[in-house]
């Protein structure tokens, strides 16, 4: 007979509740480390009070944004990016190149929303796949494999820039035919909008290559990113966690202990679904939704976690103060010894 894992001991706190409170912050000071993760779709004043829990206990803390998996790192595969929400998309780009994803299938209902409303313009939008996922409503497919993303979009930023490598780099002969293809609708383009969705792509090579691309043909006419699984894309905008995070510990997350005066960033290493996985932390405050990945990896763990969840976002500042309050009531607790 199969054994069933034990289910996640959880405490959810609503509001300003004195008991479910209490609760959250005993397990919070006779935790051995904590992991404070979530806060993308948080308000900033909700952040910040998550920063200071974090602070009070020398927490872990990593919002569980996709760049910070890669040892790059957001730092560099982030670094001049051009990125706009699917609306922006929808209203100019009359050409949209789906690169290495098909986005009905990371977002069902983005045909419908974004790619199939007319233009303003009324001039034709054509959609462009490439990679070797057929795409929901494309009016042309190109096939390299996805192994082939990081050399067709530095070839293509090179021919872009007045050079063809292809005569000495054996992987980008191949990929030729897809290059000029891909040249001739970008220039036939008023607008150009990218939609990706993060592979396989441990180092973050991928990310860095496309964003160098986006920005090169932006030189010459509008051009962006959609980034689909991005947790904020289109929710009107980036994370305050992002800007908070950034502020206090120099990162947006992969913060290996929470000190405004110090903080350790350690992309790849110190994610929150690496370090729950890993089994470095024995409670993890989540603060608003978890990616899929943070939660299979919470599942993984069961039996072995507490979670404190704080999902309601009206009242999420008001719990955190609430929660820092109660931990603070006992001097000299913290997770991180």
């Not at 996709?66 to 790059?72: G, N, Q, V």
């Not at 983005?110 to 929901?136: C, I, K, N």
């Not at 993984?300 to 309050?325: F, K, M, Q, Y």
Request: glycine share 8%; proline share 7%; aromatic share 4%.
């Amino acid at each position: 007979m199969s054994r069933v894992a034990p289910p996640v001991a959880q405490v959810r706190i609503q509001g300003e509740a004195l008991a479910e409170v209490a609760r959250a912050a005993g397990a919070l000071r006779s935790a051995r480390r904590v992991l404070v993760t979530g806060l993308l779709d948080a308000s900033a004043d909700a952040v910040t009070a998550a920063c200071d829990v974090a602070e009070a206990l020398g927490a872990a803390i990593d919002t569980g944004m996709a760049d910070l998996a890669s040892p790059l790192g957001p730092v560099v595969t982030r670094a001049g990016g051009i990125t706009a929400d699917p609306e922006e998309l929808r209203d100019r780009a009359d050409l949209v190149v789906a690169w290495f994803c098909d986005p009905e299938t990371q977002r069902p209902g983005f045909r419908e929303a974004f790619l199939a409303p007319p233009l303003a313009s009324r001039q034709p939008r054509r959609v462009l796949a490439v990679g070797p996922e057929p795409v929901t409503g494309a009016s042309a497919q190109l096939s390299p494999g996805r192994e082939a993303a990081v050399d067709l979009a530095r070839l293509l930023h090179a021919m872009l820039l007045g050079h063809d490598p292809r005569r000495d780099n054996p992987a980008a002969a191949g990929l030729g035919a897809d290059a000029r293809e891909l040249i001739a609708a970008i220039q036939a383009a008023t607008c150009v909008g990218f939609v990706t969705a993060r592979a396989d792509d441990p180092l973050g090579l991928a990310a860095w290559a496309t964003r160098l691309l986006v920005r090169a043909i932006a030189h010459e006419r509008p051009a962006f990113e959609v980034p689909l699984d991005e947790p904020w894309c289109g929710r009107g905008g980036g994370p305050a966690a992002a800007d908070v995070l950034t502020w206090r510990y120099g990162a947006a997350g992969g913060i290996a202990r929470a000190d405004r005066l110090g903080a350790s960033f350690r992309p790849a290493e110190c994610t929150a679904e690496a370090m729950i996985v890993r089994g470095e932390v024995d409670v993890v405050l989540a603060v608003g939704d978890l990616p899929a990945a943070v939660e299979a990896a919470i599942v993984s763990r069961s039996g072995e976690l507490v979670v404190v969840r704080i999902d309601d976002h009206a009242t999420a500042a008001a719990s955190l103060a609430a929660l820092l309050e109660a931990v603070r009531q006992h001097p000299g607790s913290g997770a991180a010894r």
